[in-house]
């Protein structure tokens, strides 16, 4: 059976899964600690990179390279962007892009795409999809495109990434995951629920909603594993 790589770039995203967790074994690279375990019956690696894109892209080698990952998932929080997103909604990638980086460095130089999206991994975007329709959430799951830039979106610069990309919410790992994930053939999805939006601005307002979204990710997260597990 394949193994699942999954990260969560802060601790209060991670400790929802610390519930499911099984058998776990745990060991440090990098300066990261990755925890090798069960959900239900699918062998996982679960990192907590740390924010920003580095750290996430970091992270990310290595769950391919050392622990052999054949799917990568990202759970947690994100800041609302469409107005319809209220706090502790949810949202699927479909696609994820940089709002900080300059669209030619990506498709005229290295890695060389055809676009500067990076895209959902199908097959797994066809399982959530039919997990939506099996089963009853507590919140509204929305499929769609996730940015992603080193910077908190609060107050400034929401225009501007609206007015550009349209994005369904933003963070500061996803795209960076999606990156290294692409160069290496891997597929990927991320899963995350808004902790923030533009009526519930700032790091306040993530403080106060971050433990609820990030256990509104990992209860699909962890539903989703059991029909991949079961499919697969």
């Not at 949810?90 to 990076?118: K, L, R």
């Not at 919140?139 to 501007?160: L, V, Y």
């Not at 160069?183 to 991320?190: M, W």
Request: with cysteine; glycine share 8%; proline share 3%.
């Amino acid at each position: 059976m394949s193994k699942i790589g999954i990260i969560t770039p802060v601790g209060r995203e991670f400790a929802p899964y610390l519930k499911i967790l099984k058998e776990p074994i745990l060991s440090k690279k990098s300066m990261l600690a990755f925890t090798e375990g069960k959900i239900e019956n699918a062998d996982v690696v679960m990192v907590q990179c740390g924010v920003c894109k580095v750290n996430a892209a970091i992270a990310t080698q290595i769950l391919i390279e050392q622990y052999g990952v054949s799917f990568v998932i990202v759970s947690g929080t994100a800041g609302g962007m469409d107005r319809r997103l209220e706090i502790g909604d949810t949202v699927i990638s479909t696609e994820i892009v940089y709002h900080d980086v300059v669209p030619e460095i990506i498709i005229a130089g290295h890695p060389c795409m055809q676009s500067e999206f990076f895209y959902g991994d199908e097959n797994m975007l066809g399982l959530c999809r039919e997990l939506i329709k099996e089963q009853e959430f507590t919140q509204n799951i929305f499929f769609g495109r996730i940015a992603t830039g080193e910077t908190f979106i609060d107050k400034e610069g929401r225009a501007s990434i609206n007015e550009r990309y349209s994005p369904l919410c933003v963070d500061m790992e996803t795209a960076a995951i999606g990156h290294v994930c692409y160069v290496n053939s891997v597929p990927f999805i991320a899963v995350r629920s808004i902790s923030d939006n533009e009526e519930k601005s700032g790091v306040d307002s993530f403080e106060l909603n971050c433990d609820k979204a990030a256990e509104n990710s990992a209860d699909i997260v962890h539903k989703l594993i059991i029909k991949y597990t079961a499919k697969y």
